[in-house]
């Protein structure tokens, strides 16, 4: 009888990277981890030599490392920076969904042992090349783009030291992860609401710049959801440069929507300087309610689960070692929640 044994090769493990080296476990295992506390060059040379050892991550410890972390108080890991290129320093503040994406994105790095400290890109004296400097001098690897103040703009920072993720589609060139509501969804999710409220004739009216904003998908959703209604319920789309309130009230006078989607709170007294009541006349849903649907019926857009998201995003990024401008950009989308408010009613 032949007997034919197989002796597979060892599996490389941490302990072996680091007797090759002449290390400690734990610095390469922190190495692994692209852990800012480990010299950017160590890092570098730790991880090539694990990769042509042919080093692969054991997942059973994986995960028991990860259920650890989620047993036990985090500490302290890093920093992680918070990066605005609005003109005014505070000017991504005055939108309180931004401002939910910040503190979302602050408790969950606080949960994971990071913290967020805030940069701008245009204080007094700064450059591009200043603050790459200062934010590699604060051993900060991973960066949170805020939402740009308009849709379709660059940004002119070199990336190549740093993991990155931004918010949404308005940040043009480079093309970075982002994370962003999932506003087609959301636009079908509001519009079937409404139908089963008993409404027939949406209008949509916004800003040429919100839907640049969101890349064209309110009006994209909105005019693949007419195709369900008859034709004599489709009312013409209104994309204003800008939005104002005579070109919004010529609109609705003439088409006579009986339920207005918008993004601005601001049409709500459009609507009652035009002579409506609502909900009585008419409804009205906003595609972001302000509010968490205290009083604007709409979409809530979950602004604190997408500051949340895009923190695991960039640390996972941060954990795996992926820095610059992403080969292939991956979009995380979440979804929209209905909020009833009190600005749409049930039809008869």
């Not at 994105?105 to 591009?128: F, N």
């Not at 994370?179 to 027939?200: C, D, P």
Request: charge should be positive; glycine fraction near 6%; aromatic fraction near 10%.
């Amino acid at each position: 009888m032949l007997i034919l044994s197989m002796v597979a090769n060892p599996r490389i493990t941490q302990k072996e990277i680091a007797r090759r080296l002449g290390l400690t476990q734990a610095a390469v295992s922190l190495a692994l981890a692209n852990h800012t506390s480990i010299p950017s060059k160590t890092r570098q040379r730790i991880q090539s030599v694990a990769r042509k050892l042919g080093y692969v991550p054991d997942p059973f410890l994986s995960g028991l490392s990860a259920y650890r972390k989620r047993i036990r108080p985090a500490h302290f890991q890093g920093n992680l920076a918070w990066l605005s290129n609005y003109p005014d320093r505070e000017g991504w503040r005055y939108s309180s969904t931004f401002v939910g994406y910040f503190n979302g994105a602050v408790k969950r790095a606080a949960e994971l042992g990071y913290q967020i400290e805030e940069h701008w890109l245009h204080s007094e004296g700064m450059t591009s090349m200043r603050m790459e400097r200062i934010l590699k001098a604060r051993n900060m690897s991973g960066l949170l783009l805020a939402p740009q103040p308009k849709p379709n703009l660059g940004i002119d920072f070199c990336f190549d030291h740093f993991s990155a993720v931004t918010f949404g589609y308005t940040l043009a060139k480079p093309q970075l992860n982002l994370v962003a509501l999932h506003q087609f969804r959301s636009m079908e999710t509001a519009l079937r609401k409404l139908q089963t409220l008993g409404y027939k004739r949406p209008g949509l009216a916004l800003a040429d710049d919100s839907d640049q904003r969101a890349d064209r998908n309110w009006s994209a959703a909105f005019w693949s959801e007419q195709r369900r209604l008859p034709q004599r319920d489709r009312i013409p789309l209104l994309l204003s440069k800008p939005l104002d309130q005579p070109t919004f009230t010529k609109w609705f006078r003439k088409y006579r929507p009986d339920v207005v989607l918008a993004i601005w709170p601001q049409v709500y007294d459009w609507l009652e300087q035009a002579g409506e009541s609502i909900p009585q006349s008419t409804g009205l849903s906003l595609l972001s309610v302000p509010d968490e649907g205290r009083k604007f019926s709409g979409i809530w857009e979950n602004p604190q689960m997408i500051g949340a998201k895009a923190v695991e995003f960039l640390i996972d990024m941060i954990h795996r070692g992926e820095c610059g401008i992403p080969p292939i950009p991956i979009c995380m989308l979440v979804e929209g929640t209905w909020m009833p408010g009190k600005t749409v009613r049930t039809r008869a």
